[in-house]
C-alpha cells in the first residue's frame, strides 16, 4: 500500500542517509563529531547499499570513525 | 459493491505488465519523446496549478535544464520579446505551487478511491510488485543519484542550481504505476489521473518548473547496470542523454568525469586514493580498478606503498551471516607504509552487505588488524561495561545496553557522547552481532 512512515535520518553527512524507521521517539544528541541519536522503540535502521537492521530495543546511534594519517586525527567516516 | 478481495490471474498478469511497461520506458531506452503530449501536460500542469501558461523549452538533458535556467534567469532585459513574460525576474520556481496541485488534485483523489473500493492486502501487494519496485529502481537508483551529482557538480561551477520538479519526472513512476493499474482494472477514473499519466508517458525525464518558464528534457538514451540494478559501467557513462552529457557511475556510486578517466588511464595514484575523503567513493574506486584491470594490478597498486602486516577472521555464527554476501565477510586485513613521507596504517576489510572493498585508515600504532579495526568503533566511556551487543549497518553502530546502561542512556548529554574511548579488538568482537 502506498504508507507514508515517519522517518528520521541519523547520518546526516552520509550521501545517501541511513533512516530510522518506527521508532517512538529518536533524539539527535551531538551532530558534528559523534552523530550520535538515541533511538527508543521497536524500529528498523534502513539504507540504499547496506542490509537493514532491526533495532529491537533502544539504542545509541552514532558514526564510525578512521584515522586521518595525514592530519593525525581521528575523522567521522564519510560515505 | 464489496471491495476487491483478490485479483484474479488476470489481473496478476497485467499487474506485472505495467510494472514492466512503466520500467521499460525508461531502462530500454528507446522510447521516443511525444514533444505535443509533452507540451500539452505541461500547459495543464500549469493551469491545474493556476499559474500563467508558461513558455516551454525541451533540452537533452538534465544538466541541460540547468544550463536552460541559469540562462533563462540571466538573459537581459532587452531581450524580452519571446512573449511569455521571460525576463531577468523570472527565477521564482513554483514547485510548490505544482506539487500541491498534484497531491491534493489527483494522488490523494485516487488513493482515496483506492482504498474505497480494494481491501489492504491487495492494495500491499501491488504496491509491493508495481509501485515500490519501480520507486526502488527508478527513484532511488537512477533519478535521485543523477540530481544529487548534479547538484554537487553544478556547486562548484558558476550556475546556481535550480531545484527540479517534485511532480513532473520519472520520480513518479512509481505510484503512477501502483494507479495505473488500478486505473486499467477500472476501479477509478480520473480525469486528472489520466492527465498527468500521458505527461510521464510522453517520454519526458525531469523538469524544471519557474514562474513563466518549463524546463524539460527527455529520456536518456543509454543506461547500463549491474545484476544488482544498480547503474554500472567501467568502461565509459552509465547514463548519457542526447546531447553527450553523462555520468558516471561504479556499482551505483557516482565517480567525477577526472577520476574516472585517470583510472581507466591508469594514472590514478595511491596519495589521491587516499586524499579521498569519501569511503564509498574509494570504494567505488577500488570496483573499477578490480573489474577494469583485475586483482594483481589491484594489489600492486596499493603494494607499491604498503605491505600486509596481520590479517584476523572473525568467524560469525550462521545466524549473523544471513542477508549478507560474498566470502569475505568478518576478514580484516592490516597494511602499513609510507606515503609522501607520513607513516601510514590501513584496515583492509569488506562490505558484508555488497563485498565491497574498504581501506579505513587507523593509527600507525597498531600491530594486528584485531585490534586496529576495533580502534574504529567509540562508545561513551561512561557506557563502556553496560554495552550489551552491537550492531553495524555500513558506517553507523547501533549500540544497545544493559538495563542501568539504558536508564544512562536517556539521560546523556552531548558532552558525554562526545567523550568516547575505543574497545580492544577481543571486547569488540565479543559484543559485535549483525553487521551488514
Redesign the interface.
Do not use: G, R, W, Y
Given at each position: 500500500?502506498?504508507t507514508k512512515q515517519l522517518t528520521v535520518n541519523?547520518?546526516p553527512s552520509?550521501?545517501e542517509g541511513?533512516y530510522v524507521k518506527g521508532a517512538r521517539k529518536v533524539v539527535d544528541?551531538?551532530m558534528d563529531?559523534?552523530e550520535?541519536f538515541?533511538?527508543?522503540g521497536k524500529s528498523t535502521?534502513e539504507?540504499?547499499?547496506?542490509?537493514?537492521?532491526d533495532?529491537?530495543?533502544?539504542?545509541?546511534?552514532?558514526?564510525?570513525?578512521?584515522?586521518?594519517?595525514?592530519s593525525k586525527m581521528y575523522?567521522?567516516?564519510?560515505? | 459493491m464489496g471491495k476487491l478481495e483478490k485479483l484474479t490471474k488476470e489481473q496478476e498478469k497485467l499487474m506485472i505488465q505495467v510494472r514492466d511497461e512503466w520500467l521499460d520506458r525508461i531502462f530500454d531506452c528507446n522510447t521516443n519523446l511525444d514533444k505535443d503530449g509533452a507540451e500539452k501536460g505541461i500547459e495543464w500542469l500549469y493551469e491545474l496549478s493556476g499559474l500563467k501558461k508558461p513558455l516551454i523549452i525541451q533540452v537533452e538533458s538534465p544538466m541541460g535544464c540547468q544550463y536552460a535556467a541559469h540562462l533563462m534567469k540571466n538573459m537581459p532585459k532587452k531581450l524580452d520579446s519571446v512573449g511569455a513574460s521571460v525576463n531577468a525576474s523570472v527565477v521564482d520556481s513554483v514547485v510548490d505551487s505544482v506539487g500541491d496541485s498534484i497531491r491534493h488534485s489527483v494522488r490523494a483523489s485516487v488513493r482515496a478511491s483506492v482504498r474505497h473500493s480494494v481491501v489492504d492486502s491487495v492494495n500491499n501487494s501491488v504496491w509491493h510488485s508495481v509501485g515500490d519496485s519501480i520507486r526502488h529502481s527508478v527513484r532511488h537508483s537512477v533519478i535521485d543519484s543523477v540530481r544529487h551529482s548534479i547538484r554537487a557538480s553544478v556547486s562548484h561551477s558558476v550556475i546556481d542550481f535550480q531545484d527540479f520538479c517534485y511532480y513532473g519526472s520519472i520520480r513518479d513512476y512509481g505510484w503512477v504505476a501502483f494507479y495505473d493499474f488500478f486505473n486499467r482494472i477500472g476501479i477509478f477514473k480520473n480525469e486528472g489521473f489520466e492527465k498527468f499519466n500521458l505527461l510521464l508517458k510522453s517520454g519526458i525525464y525531469d523538469m524544471i518548473q519557474l514562474d513563466g518558464v518549463c524546463i524539460y528534457c527527455k529520456l536518456p538514451n543509454n543506461i547500463t547496470r549491474n545484476n544488482q540494478e544498480q547503474m554500472h559501467n567501467i568502461s565509459g557513462y552509465s547514463i548519457e542523454w542526447g546531447d553527450g552529457y553523462g555520468q558516471h557511475y561504479v556499482n551505483g556510486r557516482f565517480l567525477k568525469p577526472e577520476t574516472f578517466n585517470k583510472v581507466l588511464k591508469k594514472e590514478y595514484t595511491i596519495e589521491e586514493f587516499f586524499k579521498e575523503d569519501n569511503e564509498d567513493i574509494k570504494s567505488a574506486i577500488i570496483g573499477l580498478i578490480q573489474e577494469k584491470y583485475g586483482d594483481e594490478y589491484l594489489f600492486h597498486f596499493f603494494s607499491k606503498n604498503l605491505h600486509e602486516v596481520d590479517t584476523y577472521t572473525n568467524k560469525k555464527e550462521d545466524k549473523y551471516l544471513i542477508n549478507t554476501i560474498g566470502m569475505n565477510v568478518g576478514v580484516y586485513s592490516l597494511f602499513k607504509g609510507n606515503i609522501n613521507n607520513v607513516d601510514v596504517a590501513y584496515v583492509r576489510c569488506y562490505c558484508p552487505s555488497t563485498d565491497r572493498m574498504f581501506f579505513l585508515g587507523v593509527e600507525n600504532h597498531h600491530d594486528n588488524a584485531k585490534d586496529a579495526i576495533a580502534s574504529l568503533y567509540r562508545v561513551p566511556k561512561k557506557l563502556k561495561n553496560h554495552i550489551k551487543y552491537i550492531q553495524r549497518q555500513g558506517e553507523r553502530f547501533s549500540t544497545v545496553f544493559d538495563d542501568l546502561g539504558t536508564t544512562m542512556l536517556k539521560k546523556i548529554t552531548k558532552r558525554d557522547v562526545s567523550d568516547t574511548l575505543a574497545l580492544t579488538g577481543e571486547e569488540y568482537f565479543n559484543k559485535i552481532t549483525y553487521e551488514y
Open positions: 500500500m502506498e541519523v547520518a552520509s550521501d541511513h544528541i551531538e563529531i559523534t550520535s538515541v533511538v527508543e535502521l539504507t540504499k547499499n547496506h542490509t537493514s537492521i533495532l529491537d530495543e533502544d539504542c545509541l546511534i552514532n558514526t564510525q570513525v578512521v584515522f586521518n594519517p595525514f575523522e567521522k567516516v564519510v560515505d | -
